[in-house]
Every structure is written in C-alpha cells, then in structure tokens.
C-alpha cells in the first residue's frame, strides 16, 4: 500500500471531511480513500447507473409520448376549482 500526504488544505476542507466521516462512521483518514477511491475507481458503475436511468426514462417518454395526458398545472387547477366549488356550496347550505 502506497502512502499519500496531502498538505496545504484549507481548515474548511478538513472539517468538512471530518464531518463527512462522522456521517458515514468512519476516520477521517479511511473517508479520504472512500472519497478519493469513488472518484477514480467506483464512479464508473454510478455513471452506469444513471444512464440506464436516463435510458429507461428516455423509452417511457417515447413509448407515452402523444397519449395526451394532461400536464400537472392543469391537474392542479382543476382539483383546487372543484375544492373551491366544494367550499362554496358548503358555505350557501349554512
């Protein structure tokens, strides 16, 4: 195993990796090769991951597209129109 010194860090880098490390039950020192390790080695499989995302979502939206369903703001006008309908009667019958 090599032997890595890292100098010259600002005070806000360091307790923030010390802070970073107490979150996730570790040394300060085994967060930085967690940390260093994702960046160089692991990072691949969470780019993988999120492209296959990308991907399945990508296929939803072509496979949905046209279907003429109708956009969240209207949903929302139309449900807070009959809840004020709704109010309103309930206000006229007392």
Same mark, same amino acid.
């Given at each position: 195993?090599?032997?890595?010194?890292? &100098?010259?860090?600002?005070?806000?880098?360091?307790?923030?990796? &010390?802070?970073?490390?107490? +979150?996730?039950? #570790?040394? *300060? +020192?085994?967060?930085? #090769?967690?940390?260093? #390790?994702? @960046?160089?080695? %692991? %990072?691949?499989?969470?780019? *993988? @991951?999120?492209?296959?995302? *990308?991907?399945?979502?990508? +296929?939803?939206?072509?496979?949905?597209?046209?279907? %003429?369903?109708?956009? @969240?703001?209207?949903?929302?006008?139309?449900?807070?129109?009959? #809840?004020?309908?709704?109010? *309103? %009667?309930?206000?006229?019958?007392?």
């Amino acid at each position: 195993m090599a032997t890595l010194t890292v &100098r010259n860090l600002d005070e806000d880098v360091v307790r923030r990796l &010390r802070m970073r490390a107490a +979150e996730h039950g #570790r040394s *300060a +020192e085994a967060e930085h #090769r967690e940390i260093l #390790r994702m @960046a160089l080695v %692991g %990072g691949g499989e969470r780019r *993988a @991951a999120k492209q296959e995302a *990308a991907d399945r979502l990508a +296929e939803f939206r072509r496979r949905t597209a046209g279907r %003429g369903s109708p956009a @969240a703001a209207e949903l929302l006008h139309e449900a807070r129109a009959e #809840r004020m309908q709704a109010l *309103a %009667g309930a206000n006229d019958s007392g």
